[in-house]
């Protein structure tokens, strides 16, 4: 995930580092710039983290993106195919395209119960850990960002760990579910959605009123995508 404040960084290193006092061979496969544009380093941050949480060290057992196109890991589903379980606690996403490349790999993805997480690690797609609320606006765009329960969120990580036969159905659940989301679903999606709206604004003209010297829209105004 990138190197972003959205992409709720120290809640998903403090997982991990938590989650390494059980198991203490466990590595974080943080494909990311190791400092952002803002200047936020995360190598720092992993330190920060154990010091001000009183964890062990474990900035040492991050591998980050540009060590690992070093040995020759340079596509980035072959970087996703180490990883057992996806950290994507985002405070907020749009699609969630990260989380559909980790399905599509096989790779069993913790999310938010929000946004994009709730869509695509819902129905026993994924784990999905309950949110801080009431939620903050954020700088992009006027989001509603909420951000992740560290604590529930690392229960989840550490019962697939101990249930590995339950993390195993879940990512084959996601991955056969993650094959149906195509651009042409995509497309199928936004067409239904445009027809609805209009169908909706022509049943009720008093509410959606045209602009004035305008024609009325016709519900059937929009001409279906071309094939392919």
């Known amino acids: 995930m990138a190197n972003q404040g959205r992409k709720c960084w120290p809640e998903a290193l403090e997982v991990f580092g938590r989650f390494r006092q059980d198991v203490p061979g466990a590595v974080f496969i943080a494909d990311a710039d190791t400092h952002s544009p803002a ?6 941050l ?3 983290i154990a010091e001000h949480r009183g964890l062990p060290p474990f900035a040492e057992a991050i591998h980050f993106r540009d060590a690992l196109r070093a040995k020759g890991l340079v596509n980035l589903r072959d970087r996703m195919a180490l990883a057992d379980v996806a950290l994507q606690l985002a405070a907020r996403e749009g699609y969630g395209l990260p989380i559909a490349e ?17 869509e695509l690690c819902g129905d026993g797609r ?3 850990c309950r949110t801080k609320e009431p939620g903050r606006f954020g700088t ?3 989001a509603l960002d909420k951000d992740p329960d560290i604590d529930h969120a690392l229960a989840l ?3 697939v760990y101990r249930h590995p036969g339950k993390a195993a159905a879940i990512r084959e659940r996601a991955q056969a579910a993650v094959k149906t989301e195509t651009w042409d679903a995509a497309a199928d999606a936004v067409d239904e959605g445009i027809r609805t709206a209009m169908e909706r604004r022509a049943a009720e003209p008093a509410r959606y009123p045209a602009p004035r010297g305008a024609q009325a829209p016709h519900p059937r105004a929009v001409p279906p995508f071309p094939p392919g």
């Open 39 to 44: 200047g936020w380093r995360l190598d720092v």
């Open 46 to 48: 992993a330190r920060q």
């Open 102 to 118: 980790a399905q599509a790999v096989g790779v069993l993805t913790l999310a938010q119960d929000w946004c994009s997480g709730t």
């Open 140 to 142: 992009w765009g006027n």
């Open 157 to 159: 990580l550490v019962d």
């Open 126 to 128: 994924g784990l999905l």
